[in-house]
């Protein structure tokens, strides 16, 4: 596994993309096939079956290093990773044998039909037998979490480096159902797969946010629609079947079955651009439903109706099985427009409408009403518009509305974890209410490192009481928090809850009783909830 | 019998002897435990620091009153007997022994326990009581044997070499960065300094420490004219513009912080090496366990949770709040005192 542990370090100590890729890329040139095909099924989220409690590991680990059980939380709260922590605490190995990273899989796998007696001393005889990163890994690994900085996209093109193959045929190749067992390195990556060019997409076009109306010109050359709050999607439309990418150029098909209808309705040779909404009664419903779907590869029933989605259509890329992107925006659009209303309206399929407008004063007034209908503000695109390929300025435009804010005063801090174990970064905000202070939501990013690190110092000088992890500090310090939505919650205290809310700017200049009132919270709730 | 020292807002205080040790406010007199700069601070009246802390004293804080004195060597202050040993944390730094009536106490300063190559080996000093920092006084901090952290080092830097990249490596100027000179193979290519440490390294070679060949790194030096070099720079250079002359590079840093993954990857550089000057877990386990002390105080680090342990561990341990950084994480950008 050691070399499994080198390319884990590479690729964890960096922040550029191209030493992690190179350090991906001469892993899958070298590794044994076996664990290069391990690796890929690892970061990408499909890992062993967790065969162990966390309490278990936490108990063995703190007898092994011959530590009390209070004095492991300690150092689990500093390190802020149970694998770690358990790495770091073990005394070192008293013999190394470098066994590769399919072995140690393989060993995991057979623990679960172990009794626990010996599922201990297996696991004992692990830790005992590797360094610290790999102990660490080997630990990942039984706890069932991995997480590393690597993207779907990082791995195909590090893929596509080391074997020669082009990135879209690669992504895949990698999708659906496989695991190491039911596939091999020669099955699922080197053998030939004809179908691969029927799901390729086209890069994604992507807008800047607009600094000023301006530079438009005549609002006619314009056409606007919405800004919805979905996930960016392509649908194609190929050989009788359909492929759905995501922006990050990952494969969402299974995970939005409901669109699978759209085959039978639209014509082969179809490609569209467009935004996947969590949608009933003609409208989008809160990002809250769609956030149920996502992240989830097999959807159950009662999310199918709970939150039904549907591709509100953007943009038509191919048509008739031709490559359209060089005709202009309007020309695209008809065809799209044609398009859609020939399927039935049960379709799970809508056209982005254009927002009619006939000057920059009435688009003005159509943005703000972009928060009633659910959308995040407007898009703007030349009506001669090609679609480009990339993050382009000029012909598109997104106009966001801008964040709700609140000031608000910090009451408790907590440690956080990853990279910012060490720092003080997870905080809760209240709002003022007569003399009480009523907390009301968290936030945990949006300042700098240099503001977090003065923060985490003022926490410790400053700390009242300690509840775990928890540090309670006085009310002194006002932030603006910047959110997407507020809505009713009967969960919290103060009655709302946020959507994104994080510190958009530490108010230095506001002493905590200019922050504001659990009035104004209410107030917000009721124009904006 | 009364404390041989105290606690004070301005440092630890012997009465019996009238000084204070390593204070951080204004006092007449201060004897002083290494060089760095949350122990060795301005204002006082008069110094005592080991010979091989002084050079360094006088380059960082100037014109003072400052008086020296060897390893070993007995001094009365008042009604006190005081010496100096070695702390292995720096070259120079040192334990001060302080005894009054046969009550014998020592402020370790910073300490570490393993030999580092350059500075005098750390000397366990038997005592009562025993005032040690804790800076990394939580079972998670072990470091990594000297031989294997040099071949870690020195791969990093031949790889980078090979590949026709600078190395840039993060150290404090005081110590972690000589003794890091001093490991390192210099037939890898160019060893090229920022200011702040050239400077440290001409004082140390003035008192005799011999340390391999550095450039420093004027304006004019490059990658072109320096190919595959290893930089040493203080914490705070890396990630400025000063870096950019160096062409694509390689950065890494050196600390006990880099034990931790969450800060390895915080700091954003190619690699963290962990070294540190200041004892680790075991280190400080076994070195208070060396002094005989039945009563402990910890100060700068984990002190908390350190008591807690030494308390299970069946000794009278205290934590005293002092002003010292040790190695600190908030300020790790600038210092590792
Ligand atoms: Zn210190
Ligand atoms: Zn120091």
Request: glycine fraction near 8%.
């Amino acid at each position: 596994m050691k070399d499994f542990a080198t390319l884990f370090t590479r690729i964890d100590e960096s922040t550029k993309t191209t030493v992690k890729t190179a350090a991906l890329a001469d892993y899958f040139r070298n590794a044994d096939p076996s664990d290069k095909l391990w690796t890929i099924a690892l970061f990408t989220g499909r890992r062993p079956k967790r065969t162990i409690t966390a309490t278990r590991l936490r108990e063995w680990a703190a007898e092994v290093a011959g530590l009390p059980d209070w004095l492991f939380e300690e150092s689990y709260s500093i390190v802020g990773d149970l694998a770690e922590t358990i790495a770091l605490v073990l005394p070192p190995a008293e013999h190394e044998d470098d066994q590769s990273l399919t072995y140690w899989i393989n060993t995991i796998k057979t623990l679960s039909t172990l009794e626990e007696e010996d599922r201990k001393a297996g696991i004992l005889n692990a830790w005992n037998s590797l360094p610290t990163t790999q102990r660490f890994l080997f630990t990942k690994l039984l706890t069932g979490g991995f997480r590393i900085g690597v993207s779907a996209k990082l791995i195909t093109r590090a893929l596509a480096q080391a074997t020669g193959q082009p990135e879209p045929e690669l992504t895949h190749k990698l999708m659906g159902n496989w695991t190491p067992d039911t596939a091999t390195w020669e099955t699922l990556i080197e053998a030939d797969d004809p179908t691969a060019d029927l799901s390729r997409p086209y890069p994604f076009y992507l807008a800047y946010q607009l600094d000023s109306l301006d530079d438009l010109g005549p609002p006619a050359d314009w056409n606007a629609e919405r800004k919805w709050d979905g996930i960016r999607g392509q649908l194609i439309i190929r050989g009788g079947e359909h492929h759905l990418w995501s922006r990050g150029e990952d494969l969402m098909t299974d995970r939005f079955p409901e669109l699978s209808t759209l085959k039978d309705y639209l014509p082969d040779g179809t490609v569209i651009d467009g935004e996947i909404l969590a949608f009933a009664d003609e409208k989008p419903l809160s990002f809250n439903a769609l956030q149920k779907r996502i992240g989830r590869k097999t959807v159950p029933k009662k999310l199918l109706t709970e939150a039904p989605v549907i591709l509100m259509a953007y943009d038509l890329l191919e048509h008739e099985g031709k490559d359209i992107r060089d005709t202009p925006l309007k020309d695209r659009r008809n065809h799209l427009k044609t398009l859609i209303n020939q399927t039935p309206n049960e379709t799970p399929i809508r056209l982005s409408e254009a927002v009619p407008f006939q000057t920059w004063d009435d688009l003005a007034k159509a943005r703000d009403q972009s928060r009633d209908i659910g959308a995040e503000g407007l898009m703007l695109k030349r009506l001669d518009s090609p679609y480009l390929s990339g993050r382009k300025r000029g012909d598109w435009w997104k106009w966001k509305i801008d964040p709700l804010t609140i000031d608000a005063v910090m009451i408790y801090a907590q440690a956080g974890h990853g990279r910012r174990a060490n720092l003080f970064t997870d905080y809760t905000f209240a709002v003022r209410s007569g003399n009480d202070l009523v907390p009301f939501t968290k936030a945990y990013s949006g300042l700098t490192d240099a503001e977090f690190r003065e923060i985490t110092a003022w926490v410790r000088k400053n700390t009242l009481q300690k509840f775990g992890p928890v540090r309670q500090v006085p009310p002194t310090h006002v932030f603006e928090i910047a959110f997407e939505g507020i809505q009713a919650s009967p969960r919290h205290k103060s009655g709302v809850a946020l959507r994104f809310p994080r510190m958009s700017r530490w108010r230095r200049d506001k002493p905590m009783d200019e922050a504001n009132t659990l009035e104004d919270l209410k107030e917000m709730l009721a124009t904006y909830g | 019998m009364a404390d041989v020292l105290t606690f004070t807002d301005r440092g630890i205080y012997c009465p019996a002897g009238d000084f204070h040790i390593d204070p951080w406010q204004p006092v007449d007199r201060a004897l002083i435990t290494h060089g760095h700069s949350d122990h060795a601070r301005l204002g006082m009246g008069r110094y005592l620091a080991t010979t091989g802390t002084a050079p360094v004293m006088r380059h960082r804080l100037g014109e003072i009153t400052l008086d020296t004195i060897n390893y070993g060597e007995e001094t009365q202050i008042g009604d006190a007997k005081v010496s100096f040993h070695p702390a292995g944390h720096v070259p120079g730094s040192a334990q001060i022994r302080v005894e009054v009536k046969g009550e014998v106490w020592v402020v370790s300063g910073d300490y570490k326990t393993v030999a580092d190559g350059l500075s005098e080996p750390f000397e366990p000093v038997k005592c009562h009581a025993f005032i040690t920092e804790c800076t990394f006084g939580l079972p998670i901090f072990k470091w990594t044997p000297q031989d294997i952290l040099t071949q870690q080092i020195n791969e990093w830097w031949a790889t980078n070499a090979a590949a026709g990249r600078t190395s840039i490596l993060g150290a404090y100027a005081l110590g972690k960065a000589q003794r890091l000179l001093t490991t390192v193979n210099p037939d890898i290519g160019p060893i090229l300094t920022h200011g702040a440490i050239e400077n440290t390294n001409e004082v140390l070679r003035n008192q005799g420490i011999t340390l391999p060949q550095t450039t420093y790194a004027t304006a004019d030096i490059t990658a072109q004219t320096h190919p595959g070099a290893l930089v040493l720079a203080p914490p705070s250079a890396l990630g400025t513009t000063w870096t950019r002359r160096f062409g694509p590079a390689s950065t890494a840093f050196a600390s006990g912080w880099m034990a931790l993954r969450g800060v390895r990857r915080r700091r954003a550089a190619d690699r963290g090496f962990i070294v540190s000057d200041h004892a680790d877990w075991d280190g400080l386990n076994d070195a208070i366990k060396a002094t005989g002390a039945t009563k402990i105080f910890a100060t700068h680090g984990y002190t908390s949770v350190f008591q807690r342990w030494l308390t299970e561990q069946g000794y009278d341990a205290h934590v005293v709040s002092t002003d010292y950084h040790g190695e600190s994480l908030e300020t790790s950008e600038a210092s590792e005192a």
